[in-house]
């Protein structure tokens, strides 16, 4: 495991990190324990979206420390993944992650790209990212809006908060393009983002599906899921709520407990037939 890049920019009573296991044991993360973000049930979902029979290359756009890239490799076995981050620090936490014993059996199907996931043309191809390489893209943008109370450490806004208005707008302009045809992106945000997300799928993106995310069944959406194909021209769809509590405590779903074990997909709906 490195030191030295975190060392070098956060002090020292900020190191603290926690080693967090996921899917009952399958996979585990070391997470930042004061600063930063610290992947939950977002990133659990995200990967949901990817089918138990997948094949092929993912890409996990602002990967973090490597929470949904690695749910992935955990549940789909025939998959390879791309953990792609910015942020000096988070990668190494993302490093760290990946040299742990207990993910020694992701090890031949991971890789960790530092790179920024904004950059275009030229840049962005010598800084990994390839054309048309990948079959499956995740990511997790920031998703606050700018003018919201901002968290009291700059890692963490980094992480939640958008810099400019379009983040979504660059952030699916990469997962376009490195995309192979007919490949699949999935993206979670606020409910309020999806202006901004469809905006961005204009001419590259179709077939759209968007699952609310519920707290309880009454209570309004606090996020979207939402997956498209590149290059589709088949229609939007509005899906079923996933709902995250049942009951009057805090206790998870059956389904949401299934999907943050890895125990079960949240595949796209198949095309309905006709009558």
């Not at 792609?84 to 490093?95: G, N, T």
């Not at 908060?161 to 990469?174: P, Y």
């Not at 021209?233 to 709902?243: D, G, N, T, Y």
């Amino acid at each position: 495991m490195t030191e030295n890049v975190i060392s070098g920019e956060l002090k020292k009573d900020a190191l603290d990190y926690t080693i967090d296991v996921f899917h009952r044991g399958r996979f585990q993360l070391v997470q930042p324990k004061k600063i930063g973000h610290r992947s939950g049930m977002d990133a659990m979902i995200l990967a949901a979206t990817i089918p138990d029979d997948a094949s092929g290359k993912l890409a996990d756009l602002g990967a973090g420390a490597g929470a949904a890239g690695l749910a992935v490799a955990s549940r789909v076995e025939n998959i390879t993944v791309t953990l792609v981050e910015q942020s000096p620090v988070m990668l190494d936490f993302a490093h760290r992650s990946l040299a742990l014993e207990a993910n020694a059996a992701y090890h031949n199907r991971i890789e960790i790209l530092g790179a920024d996931v904004t950059l275009t043309g030229t840049a962005r191809r010598t800084a990994g990212l390839a054309d048309r390489s990948c079959n499956w893209v995740i990511l997790n943008p920031p998703y606050n809006d700018a003018s919201d109370r901002r968290p009291p450490d700059e890692l963490r806004a980094q992480a939640r908060a958008m810099s400019d208005s379009d983040v979504f707008e660059k952030w699916l302009r990469t997962a376009c393009a490195i995309l192979a045809p007919d490949g699949q992106v999935s993206v979670i945000a606020r409910p309020g983002s999806i202006g901004l997300i469809l905006d961005a799928f204009e001419g590259r993106f179709g077939a759209t599906e968007i699952t609310p995310v519920h707290p309880r069944p009454d209570d309004e959406a606090l996020r979207i899921l939402v997956t498209a194909i590149k290059h589709s021209r088949a229609a939007l769809k509005i899906c079923p709520p996933l709902v995250i509590h049942e009951g009057a405590g805090h206790q998870f779903s059956e389904r949401m407990i299934a999907l943050s074990n890895g125990l079960s997909e949240l595949p796209r709906r198949p095309a309905r037939k006709s009558k």
